[in-house]
């Protein structure tokens, strides 16, 4: 048979090799680092982070961008723990350069750990901390048998940096819109005040309306981390509105980095929503909600703590998903492909 004879087609020498494990939490995907890469130094995440971007964006591009991904893919690189305790570090990447916090990843990461027995599991728990670029996140893997059913996570510290704000966006008008923290910056519009629908068929809309808003907001207001300059920055938009299932609390849509949309409901952003929503009354420490993607797909989300942490009053949030294996993969990069920096045409 042809395919048989094609398996034994080996990289040719001066190839770069990496290999990944392919995951999706939501629906929204994630292509996991597992081997091949160069040496990351630092000895915080940021610090790994800078050092990646600073000599290694080109694997960001070439493994993100067509032809080896896509214009909505999305990256977790594995690296050593920096904390006492932490089973390992990551950071993020995507089409327009590094997260800082990533709730799906965090997620699909807990079910790998749990599974693949990096972590053991008590009473069906499995538990571990993961270093992430805004600091340490911790897991529980609710685990039946071998198999993870669930993965939640205690995000950082997550507060409301701007309430009912106005601004004049080009192409839009005049919106109202608040900026939370949920381990990234996100500003919050309401959908139906701008007249857009939170489902597939307004998906042109709705890439287009963050991009904007995303612009105009970080262009006239200050996104300032109370203790980081890495991470003081405008990450994307989130469209808020009703549920379409009336058992859920409501239903949300981010557009973060360059346009990509987020098939999940943004474990970061339902963070920076529980800081905004306790804030302005509408959700109480210990009340549980469950909240959908634009695909349906959900998270439940809960306030467990509430403190004072640099100069606001944030919550600690805690978020609940799923995940899915979806393969694992060989990327190959030859020097010689015009192409091999990769390319995105939406």
């Given at each position: 048979m042809?395919?048989?004879?094609?398996?034994?087609?080996?990289?040719?020498?001066?190839?770069?090799?990496?290999?990944?494990?392919?995951m999706?939490?939501?629906?929204?995907?994630?292509?996991?680092?597992?081997?091949?890469?160069?040496e990351i130094?630092?000895?915080?995440?940021?610090?790994?982070?800078?050092?990646?971007?600073?000599?290694?964006?080109f694997?960001?591009?070439?493994?993100?961008?067509?032809?080896?991904?896509?214009?909505?893919?999305?990256?977790?690189?594995?690296?050593?723990?920096?904390?006492?305790?932490?089973?390992?570090?990551?950071?993020?990447?995507?089409n327009?350069?590094?997260?800082?916090?990533?709730?799906?990843?965090?997620?699909?990461?807990?079910?790998?750990?749990?599974?693949?027995?990096?972590?053991?599991?008590?009473?069906?728990k499995?538990?571990l901390?993961?270093d992430?670029?805004?600091?340490?996140?911790?897991?529980?893997?609710?685990?039946r048998?071998?198999?993870a059913?669930?993965?939640?996570?205690?995000?950082?510290?997550?507060?409301?940096?701007?309430?009912?704000?106005?601004?004049?966006?080009p192409?839009i008008?005049?919106?109202?819109?608040?900026?939370?923290?949920?381990?990234?910056?996100?500003?919050?519009?309401?959908a139906?005040?701008?007249?857009?629908?939170?489902?597939?068929?307004?998906?042109?809309?709705?890439?287009?309306?963050?991009?904007?808003?995303?612009?105009?907001?970080?262009?006239?207001?200050?996104?300032?981390?109370?203790?980081?300059?890495?991470?003081?920055?405008?990450?994307?938009?989130?469209?808020?509105?009703?549920?379409?299932?009336?058992?859920?609390?409501?239903?949300?849509?981010?557009?973060?980095?360059?346009g990509?949309v987020?098939?999940?409901?943004?474990?970061?952003?339902?963070?920076?929503?529980?800081?905004?929503?306790?804030?302005?009354?509408?959700?109480?420490?210990?009340?549980?909600?469950?909240?959908?993607?634009?695909?349906?797909?959900?998270m439940?989300?809960?306030?467990?703590?509430?403190?004072?942490?640099?100069?606001?009053?944030?919550?600690i949030?805690?978020?609940?998903?799923t995940?899915?294996?979806?393969g694992?993969?060989?990327?190959w990069i030859?020097?010689?492909?015009?192409?091999?920096?990769?390319?995105?045409?939406?």
């Amino acid at each position: 048979m042809p395919g048989t004879i094609f398996k034994n087609f080996k990289p040719r020498e001066g190839w770069k090799v990496i290999e990944t494990i392919e995951m999706h939490t939501c629906g929204e995907p994630l292509r996991i680092f597992i081997s091949g890469l160069p040496e990351i130094k630092g000895d915080t995440i940021l610090e790994m982070r800078r050092h990646f971007r600073e000599n290694h964006d080109f694997i960001r591009r070439a493994t993100m961008f067509e032809p080896r991904g896509h214009a909505d893919m999305y990256g977790a690189v594995i690296t050593p723990p920096v904390s006492e305790g932490s089973a390992f570090g990551t950071f993020f990447m995507h089409n327009e350069g590094y997260s800082t916090m990533c709730g799906h990843a965090v997620i699909a990461l807990g079910r790998l750990a749990a599974e693949s027995g990096m972590v053991e599991t008590t009473n069906g728990k499995a538990e571990l901390i993961i270093d992430a670029p805004p600091g340490r996140i911790r897991c529980v893997v609710t685990m039946r048998g071998d198999r993870a059913e669930s993965v939640s996570f205690r995000n950082i510290p997550s507060f409301l940096l701007y309430s009912d704000r106005l601004i004049d966006v080009p192409g839009i008008g005049k919106i109202r819109f608040d900026v939370a923290y949920g381990g990234a910056f996100y500003a919050f519009v309401n959908a139906e005040d701008i007249g857009v629908k939170l489902e597939g068929n307004d998906i042109h809309r709705l890439i287009d309306y963050g991009r904007r808003i995303k612009r105009a907001v970080a262009e006239e207001y200050p996104i300032t981390h109370p203790f980081e300059d890495d991470l003081g920055f405008l990450y994307g938009t989130i469209f808020t509105g009703d549920s379409y299932d009336k058992g859920h609390w409501s239903r949300n849509v981010c557009i973060f980095a360059d346009g990509e949309v987020d098939r999940s409901p943004t474990g970061s952003g339902l963070s920076a929503r529980a800081a905004l929503h306790y804030a302005k009354g509408e959700l109480l420490r210990g009340e549980k909600v469950t909240i959908e993607s634009i695909l349906g797909t959900t998270m439940d989300l809960e306030i467990v703590e509430v403190a004072e942490w640099g100069g606001y009053t944030a919550v600690i949030p805690e978020v609940t998903g799923t995940s899915s294996f979806t393969g694992s993969n060989r990327i190959w990069i030859d020097p010689d492909d015009e192409l091999a920096g990769g390319f995105l045409i939406r």
